[in-house]
């Protein structure tokens, strides 16, 4: 059983910065990709940044420049450093993992509860 436990979220007024951090833990084997979402009120859910094993990235562009994603495989974790926070970047932020199924071979999707950002002044 994988679990993906978020934290990190919060209240912060625009211009400021946050850190938010994602464990995963239980059995994991190999991990493919590890990334954020973030869903907002009326808006489906969207792709913040992910990062793969190989090390290669790839953020949306509303975040571009603002946001850094990096991951300690040794720790299973991945943190998403977000500067010059926008009111638009207020979301629950999702972290997902994409990790190796020994039985079937495939990658399972795994998700955790999501984290509250909130961007105000």
């Known amino acids: 059983q994988v679990q993906l436990v978020e934290s990190g979220g919060g209240l912060v007024q625009p211009g400021g910065s946050l850190r938010l951090s994602c464990v995963a833990s239980g059995s994991i084997s190999s991990t493919r990709v590890m990334g954020w979402y973030r869903h907002a009120p009326g808006k489906q859910r969207e792709l913040v940044a992910h990062?793969?094993?190989?090390?290669?990235?790839n953020y949306a562009d509303s975040v571009k420049g603002r946001f850094t994603i990096s991951r300690d495989n040794g720790k299973n974790t991945v943190y998403l450093q977000m500067n010059s926070l926008k009111v638009e970047d207020t979301a629950v932020y999702f972290c997902n993992a994409e990790i190796l199924n020994w039985g079937t071979g495939k990658y399972d999707d795994y998700w955790g509860q999501g984290t509250q950002v909130t961007v105000s002044s």
């Open positions: 990062l793969t094993s190989g090390g290669r990235t």
